[in-house]
């Protein structure tokens, strides 16, 4: 049984076959996806579909995300909208509502803030790296800080200068002395480390916005990111709690066991001050992997996923796909029941 599957061949067709989806590339098949038990269907860059395939996907619920080149979220084929009315309308009253919205926003800012402290004492013993510790001990006080935040527009202040010293101090957590690290940058990335690190970043919150999904939460209305036309401000907030945890430590393995070299970028001049379009991104981004190295970084993503950690809310172990859904579940009750406040998952010493 195959749950999900990534499709990156550019110029590529699927076509249903009986059981299986054939990608097919200028009239040869490539490679055959098995139907039967697929659940998601993950295609990046420009991947058509056959008519029967569409029909296909449809007739047995098969979530499609459709993804850039780059990895930036292009849409959703979803059967149809959950029928949980009450919740959403919970969801509505209360993150429309900036008080009521806050506590809610400090608590996810408060979850990853603990994530980034936990991430660098953890690596600042591994290496011995005492400004690892002093980094991780600069942001203990901005979690108080969170928790007495007067409006939503001081905590998202408060969550920016964590990630700053958080993002300042990531050089001291890069074993490869080929991966020079000089700050987060962003659309496009500017350089391997970054690039590896917003690609990670689109897959997790992908993740996310899946299991938001999935429990009949709206994944565009938020509490800590502001609304933005096709942005799903939920599942950005959601993300947060997993971007140590799951995306940096899985670009951290990759690069500081060298599995990967800078060979293994494609890089380009510097990029212009503002792209037209997001196909004049795609062509001008300044560096990006190569097809065999996705590839390969998508298996490792997926590997990290199948992997099981102890989950205190069931009291057993799940793998972290389930964690993440487990999480927005948590997140939905803490909607309809506003005296249990809303637990982020924490990475536990």
């Not at 110029?11 to 490679?31: F, H, P, Q």
Request: proline content about 7%; some cysteine.
């Amino acid at each position: 049984m195959t749950e999900a599957v990534y499709v990156l061949e550019p110029g590529s067709y699927l076509r249903r076959e009986g059981l299986a989806l054939k990608i097919v590339k200028e009239g040869e098949t490539i490679d055959n996806i098995p139907a039967d038990g697929l659940k998601r269907l993950i295609l990046v860059g420009h991947v058509s579909l056959s008519g029967a395939v569409l029909d296909y996907l449809i007739q047995n619920r098969v979530e499609t995300v459709f993804l850039t080149p780059t990895g930036r979220f292009r849409a959703r084929l979803m059967p149809d909208e959950h029928k949980h009315v009450s919740l959403r309308r919970a969801q509505y009253l209360t993150l429309s509502d900036p008080q009521r919205a806050l506590p809610i926003a400090a608590a996810i800012v408060r979850g990853k803030a603990e994530n980034c402290l936990q991430m660098l004492i953890r690596r600042a013993s591994d290496y011995q790296a005492p400004e690892l510790r002093k980094a991780a001990a600069s942001i203990r006080p901005m979690m108080l800080q969170a928790g007495r935040a007067q409006s939503l527009p001081e905590l998202r202040g408060i969550e920016g200068a964590i990630a700053r010293m958080y993002y300042a101090a990531f050089p001291g957590m890069i074993r490869n002395p080929l991966f020079p690290f000089n700050g987060r940058n962003r659309r496009p990335p500017l350089d391997p480390i970054n690039a590896l690190l917003s690609f990670a970043y689109t897959l997790v919150t992908n993740e996310v916005l899946s299991a938001i999904k999935t429990v009949g939460l709206d994944p565009y209305l938020g509490a800590l990111h502001e609304e933005e036309y096709g942005r799903p401000s939920l599942a950005c907030d959601l993300a947060e709690e997993y971007r140590c945890f799951i995306a940096d430590r899985l670009v951290l393995g990759i690069v500081n066991r060298r599995r990967i070299t800078p060979e293994d970028f494609v890089y380009r001049g510097k990029p212009p001050a503002e792209f037209t379009d997001e196909e004049e991104m795609r062509r001008r981004r300044p560096v990006e992997m190569k097809p065999a190295v996705c590839k390969a970084f998508i298996a490792s993503y997926e590997e990290t996923m199948r992997r099981s950690i102890f989950y205190p809310p069931l009291s057993k172990k799940v793998n972290l796909r389930w964690l993440i859904v487990n999480q927005a579940r948590r997140f939905a009750d803490s909607l309809e029941h506003p005296e249990k406040g809303y637990q982020p998952f924490v990475w536990e010493a």
